[in-house]
């Protein structure tokens, strides 16, 4: 689920030394690696005391010969501190610190494990509450972030600045740093942070539960804390392992037991009700925060993991930036943590030059320059965004930006999209119906399916890339409806927030809805032959119908009648070129990274059994009378 650089990646063999003190052997603490003269950095670990007592086992590196007081960078995790460090032997801090930020040599380094993981003392709590109703205890992250950061402060030599980072769950930890920030907290870059694990990241998108995803995170996290592990499932294709227990999330909860926590919330709380609220990183911040701290928000156009928190966060932190100087957002066409790698392409879709590269040179070094050094770095404009589609950067003063237009796509009568709405001529042939079966639900990417196993380069490859698979592998489906638009006479460039509005009826009691937004590539696509005819998913979603009318409830859908589903897809920044074609196609699975359905209501699909599980026919509307669309923001020409 998140960025494991811990596994597989030991940073030197740690050693345990024996010192002789007479003829008596006396162990010696066990260290990260042994210090050599000529390393151009000191090495610290430290066990930081919380104010409850418990103690955090925390590396703190200092480069030698500092001719100013450095500032710290700070790195909380779940992941193992020492296993974000390069497994290379070296003496070089720029080689051992990071791997392809190039920041610079004079930033002390700091590397924790949260409580409970690893090397740290406490009880493991995964997305740990803040302080309230599901944490009766007077420590939750932010407070173990305050604490952290006030003894660095008066414990590292520095120049008392702090800035901390960190990707996806280390993104969130950031984040939760800032409900109170430290007095000497001068900079956030939480990049594809964790936001609302139940709206559209992690564990649930809209209602629907990514069960397998879910499942495999929750056995590796909490099996056993102070490791990892992954599933062993008897078959390597989840697609076919899973098929065969078609109440997939009851059947992997069996396999589970007391240590696993988290499953039991997704148990006891499989709405959004309070629990999710209060783990929700946007909503720490409906109120304004005790101080703004520049915040640089990093997001991903093809995060597959948590794609929902960056903007969600920003939005809720740029409401209090008045002067418009402390809360960034920056945007490129990356997976999951593809800030931090190479950015110049993604399968055959290629963006150009190296844009991962291009973030970190332009945007993320003057960005800690100027809040961590105090030096006279440009300022990075408030929004910098990558275009897809165009292959260019874009640069804003908000987001989404103006001016732009809210159109309307709609479906058409036979198969066609456009922005005139359907005519009263298209009552005849008002809607276009499909069969449903749970027992042959669609793929979300191209069998066979490995899943999330960071062990498996195969495996990784496949999850990292699959919300840029090429969508004919569906498109012809009898269960996936494909509408699609003439080719473009010019280009089309859609901004910000996608909404898809269906109209849409089904012989069952559930559903799921998914939409997705597609850029068709000509038939014949010049030298680029390979791209030819390729279904690019601009941006693409699920929505579980029992939460059609409330998100907090679920509710049985009436039979048989067309009803208004809204489904809030992610943002996207990407131009549609003369030539292409915009097509939406509707589908109701995407397995196996979301359950199944049953189609028959049940309180809570947890507890669903086999005989629950039925084909439904459903229908799409696309007449006057039910005009299904989607609402884009449209830029001006």
């Keep these: 689920m998140k960025v494991h650089l811990a596994r597989g990646s030991l940073l030197l063999v740690s050693a345990l030394l024996a010192l002789r003190v007479g003829s008596r052997a006396v162990p010696a603490q066990e260290t990260l690696r042994e210090p050599l003269g000529h390393d151009d950095f000191t090495v610290r670990e430290e066990r930081i005391p919380m104010r409850d007592g418990v103690k955090l086992y925390t590396i703190v590196l200092t480069p030698k010969n500092a001719k100013t007081p450095l500032p710290i960078l700070l790195l909380r995790t779940p992941y193992k501190a020492a296993g974000v460090l390069s497994p290379r032997p070296t003496t070089r ?167 696993h926590e988290m499953w039991r919330r997704f148990v006891q709380f499989p709405a959004y009700g309070p629990y999710w609220k209060a783990v929700a990183a946007d909503r720490w911040f409906e109120e304004r925060p005790k101080r703004l701290v520049p915040t640089l928000h990093v997001h991903g156009w093809f995060d597959q993991e948590d794609i929902y928190g960056a903007p969600a966060v920003y939005a809720s932190l740029e409401r209090f930036d008045a002067g418009n100087d402390r809360n960034y957002f920056v945007a490129g066409p990356w997976t999951h943590g593809g800030h931090r790698g190479d950015g110049s392409s993604l399968g055959p879709v290629g963006f150009d030059e190296d844009t991962a590269k291009r973030y970190r040179e332009d945007v993320l070094v003057p960005f800690l320059r100027r809040t961590l050094h105090g030096e006279d770095a440009p300022a990075p404009a408030p929004v910098v965004a990558f275009e897809t589609g165009s292959n260019r950067w874009r640069r804003f003063d908000a987001w989404p930006p103006a001016p732009a237009a809210a159109r309307r796509l709609f479906l058409l009568p036979g198969g066609g999209v456009g922005f005139a709405a359907p005519g009263p001529a298209s009552a005849k042939d008002g809607s276009t119906s499909f069969v449903s079966d749970p027992s042959k639900p669609v793929p979300y990417t191209p069998r066979p399916i490995w899943g999330t196993n960071y062990d498996f380069p195969e495996a990784l490859a496949q999850w990292r890339s699959w919300l840029v698979q090429d969508q004919r592998f569906v498109d012809g489906r009898p269960d996936v409806l494909s509408f699609a638009s003439e080719p473009l006479t010019g280009d089309l460039t859609v901004r910000g927030p996608v909404t898809a509005k269906l109209f849409a009826e089904t012989t069952g009691r559930d559903a799921d809805w998914v939409v997705k937004l597609i850029d068709v590539f000509p038939d014949e696509d010049g030298d680029q032959w390979p791209r030819s005819g390729y279904q690019l998913m601009v941006s693409g979603d699920i929505l579980r119908g029992r939460y059609r009318e409330s998100l907090e409830e679920a509710r049985p859908i009436a039979p048989n009648r067309a009803l208004a589903y809204t489904l809030p897809l992610p943002h996207a920044n990407h131009t549609f070129l003369r030539g292409h074609r915009i097509m939406v196609q509707v589908q109701s699975s995407w397995f196996p990274l979301y359950d199944p359905n049953p189609q028959t209501f049940v309180p809570s699909i947890f507890e669903a059994e086999p005989t629950d599980y039925r084909a439904a026919t459903h229908r799409v509307h696309h007449s006057a009378a039910h005009p299904s669309h989607l609402e884009l923001l449209v830029a001006e020409p």
């Design 93 to 259: 801090l720029s080689v051992l610190a990071r791997r392809d930020d190039p920041i610079g040599d004079d930033y002390v380094f700091a590397y924790q494990d949260i409580r409970g993981r690893h090397r740290s003392e406490g009880a493991y709590e995964m997305y740990r509450p803040p302080r309230g109703q599901f944490n009766p205890s007077a420590t939750d992250e932010t407070t173990d972030a305050w604490d952290s950061i006030d003894w660095l402060v008066n414990n590292v030599p520095s120049n008392g600045r702090v800035g901390i980072w960190g990707t996806s769950y280390p993104g969130w930890l950031s984040l939760a740093a800032l409900r109170d920030p430290h007095p000497a907290l001068a900079a956030a870059v939480p990049a594809h942070p964790v936001g609302d694990v139940w709206k559209a990241d992690d564990w649930f998108h809209w209602g629907a539960f990514r069960a397998l995803y879910a499942f495999e995170f929750i056995y590796g996290m909490e099996t056993r804390p102070k490791s990892g592990d992954n599933y062993p499932f008897e078959r390597y294709d989840l697609y076919a392992w899973a098929l065969q227990h078609p109440n997939l999330a009851r059947v992997l909860g069996t396999k589970l037991d007391v240590r």
